[in-house]
Nanobody, 127 residues
Framework: WVQLVESGGGSVQTGGSLRLSCAASGSISAVYCMAWYRQAAGKERTGVAGIYNHNSYTFGTDGVKGRFTVSLDKAKNTLYLQINDLKPEDTAVYYC????????????????????WGQGTQVTVSL
């Protein structure tokens, strides 16, 4: 189990960029995979992108590929999400999640699929 804290959100104009961070309280050596989710106001939480710890394989949705890049700095115990060319539909609270089990849920919409969750960071994109 790890404690996760997101940061880096804010208000930006359409076309801008942000880099979100998810810092773990301790070592992530036992983590199997991590992922970013987002939840717009009044909507369900949906998966954005993730990464496997052991081989750095990344996964994401077709809607965010090319604009969203997930990476993991194991030495800093920190997960990142680089977002480029932000659009109004990207407005949401962004959460990071992790699991230490032997199975990676990928972008399973069920929030119970991951063991550990951060409290989220707000991203607001204006025209």
């Amino acid at each position: 189990w790890v404690q996760l804290v997101e940061s880096g959100g804010g208000s930006v104009q359409t076309g801008g960029s942000l880099r979100l961070s998810c810092a773990a309280s301790g070592s992530i050596s036992a983590v199997y995979c991590m992922a970013w989710y987002r939840q717009a106001a009044g909507k369900e939480r949906t998966g954005v992108a993730g990464i496997y710890n052991h081989n750095s394989y990344t996964f994401g949705t077709d809607g965010v590929k090319g604009r969203f890049t997930v990476s993991l700095d194991k030495a800093k115990n920190t997960l990142y999400l680089q977002i480029n060319d932000l659009k109004p539909e990207d407005t949401a609270v962004y959460y990071c999640a992790a699991t230490s089990g032997g199975y990676c849920p990928g972008l399973d919409p069920n929030p119970r699929a991951y063991e550990d969750w951060g409290q989220g960071t707000q991203v607001t994109v204006s025209l």
